[in-house]
């Protein structure tokens, strides 16, 4: 920021951004703002969910006779109702809803799709702690059938021309790429004024870190290549900085964030806690690729354990892997262990 006080707004930098690219047409900009509203909105929300028990708690009446919603309902449908009218959209698909979100008849559709989870770290969202939006974005495929199928929304994450994250922590941050050597770029909400101002310009993840981010209550189903790989960050070695230090909020955005600015891995392996479904718990539309693009942009890897996220061929809308994500070096450590490289 300089020293009246004006810094650079997250309009001017992506307008800045799209003047660069010739074929731009204004609508990635028109839709970015958008979600930029909306995130401004759910922000405000959060801020008072505190207040919720003294205005109306959850599900029930508050004093303006309204229901109070759930954060999670609440911020998805903020999202769904600012997006759907704009205009630049084909479809969407969110981490609250069964299937592909239409855009309703009496709008205009464009040819962007938005992937998004509303709120996530939803066990956080009562008790005060910081929780996040994260979004993907795609363009429609070319070629396609025009008809609303998953087949031609789903496309794999390296395909997605931004992707980011809104952190509603001690203070509301943004961060955001468009990929492509563009940089990874953090914005701070500035609530008096209500802009987001460049807080965090081109952020690089540290090669190798410190920190290691795991629900470990998870151990006893995990195999052993898993375990190996956690016992491998606890053990003493002072030649390769071990042990790492543990950090794990339980909210994705938040454990992602303080890796990413700080170095570390964040990890969340499949596990065999429901047998039927050996999978990881984060879902690769939703939570996974934008992640995913954001930390290649800032220098970092994103693995499923067996090779880059990005390049997973979606076929289901709710899928869910296994995420090894942060700094390159560690996250090819954890490859290394999980595909069976380094002897568990
Ligand atoms: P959610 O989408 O229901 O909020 O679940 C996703 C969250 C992530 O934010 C977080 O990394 C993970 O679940 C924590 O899971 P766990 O409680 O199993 O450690
Ligand atoms: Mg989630």
């Known amino acids: 920021m300089d020293r009246q006080?004006?810094?650079?707004?997250?309009?001017?930098?992506?307008?800045?951004?799209?003047?660069?690219?010739?074929?731009?047409?204004?609508?990635?900009?028109?839709?970015?703002?958008?979600?930029?509203?909306?995130?401004?909105v759910i922000s405000r929300e959060v801020n008072k969910a505190g207040l919720v028990d003294i205005l109306g708690s959850t599900g029930k009446i508050n004093v303006q006779e309204e229901q109070v919603q759930k954060l999670d309902v609440f911020a998805n449908q903020i999202i769904i109702e600012r997006m759907q009218h704009i205009g630049q959209l084909w479809c969407m698909g969110s981490e609250e809803d069964p299937d592909l979100i239409e855009i309703p008849a009496q709008y205009p559709k464009g040819d962007y799709i938005l992937f998004f989870d509303p709120l996530d770290g939803s066990s956080n969202i009562d008790v005060n702690v910081s929780?996040?939006?994260?979004?993907?974005?795609?363009?429609?495929?070319?070629?396609?059938?025009?008809?609303?199928?998953?087949?031609?929304?789903?496309?794999?994450?390296?395909?997605?021309?931004?992707?980011?994250?809104?952190?509603?922590?001690?203070?509301t941050i943004m961060v955001y790429t468009t990929g492509n050597g563009t940089g990874v770029h953090g914005f701070t909400l500035f609530p008096s004024v209500g802009e987001f101002l460049l807080s965090h310009e081109n952020i690089r993840i540290p090669g190798?870190?410190?920190?290691?981010?795991?629900?470990?209550?998870?151990?006893?189903?995990?195999?052993?290549?898993?375990?190996?790989?956690?016992?491998?960050?606890?053990?003493?070695?002072?030649?390769?900085?071990?042990?790492?230090?543990?950090?794990?909020?339980?909210?994705?955005?938040?454990d992602?964030?303080?890796?990413?600015?700080?170095?570390?891995?964040?990890?969340?392996?499949?596990?065999?806690?429901?047998?039927?479904?050996?999978?990881?718990?984060l879902r690769l539309m939703v939570e996974a690729n934008p992640l995913a693009m954001v930390v290649?942009?800032?220098?970092?890897?994103?693995?499923?354990?067996?090779?880059?996220?990005?390049?997973?061929?979606?076929?289901?809308?709710?899928?869910?892997?296994?995420?090894?994500?942060?700094?390159?070096?560690?996250?090819?450590?954890?490859?290394?262990?999980?595909?069976g490289r380094v002897e568990a």
């Open 5 to 40: 006080g004006v810094g650079t707004t997250i309009t001017q930098h992506i307008l800045k951004q799209q003047r660069e690219k010739p074929e731009a047409t204004g609508a990635f900009t028109t839709l970015l703002n958008e979600l930029i509203v909306a995130a401004k």
């Open 131 to 171: 929780i996040g939006t994260i979004f993907g974005i795609y363009k429609r495929k070319e070629g396609g059938s025009g008809d609303l199928l998953l087949s031609e929304a789903l496309q794999p994450g390296i395909e997605q021309v931004a992707a980011g994250y809104f952190i509603y922590g001690s203070s």
């Open 208 to 254: 190798k870190g410190k920190i290691y981010s795991v629900n470990e209550g998870n151990y006893p189903y995990w195999d052993e290549k898993t375990r190996a790989l956690v016992d491998y960050f606890k053990t003493p070695d002072r030649e390769t900085g071990r042990p790492y230090t543990s950090r794990y909020v339980g909210s994705l955005v938040a």
């Open 256 to 281: 992602f964030h303080r890796n990413l600015l700080k170095g570390g891995i964040f990890m969340y392996p499949a596990d065999m806690k429901d047998p039927k479904k050996p999978t990881g718990k």
């Open 296 to 339: 290649r942009e800032a220098g970092g890897y994103a693995s499923d354990g067996h090779g880059p996220i990005l390049e997973i061929e979606p076929t289901e809308l709710h899928q869910r892997v296994p995420l090894y994500i942060g700094s390159k070096e560690d996250v090819e450590m954890a490859e290394a262990f999980i595909s």
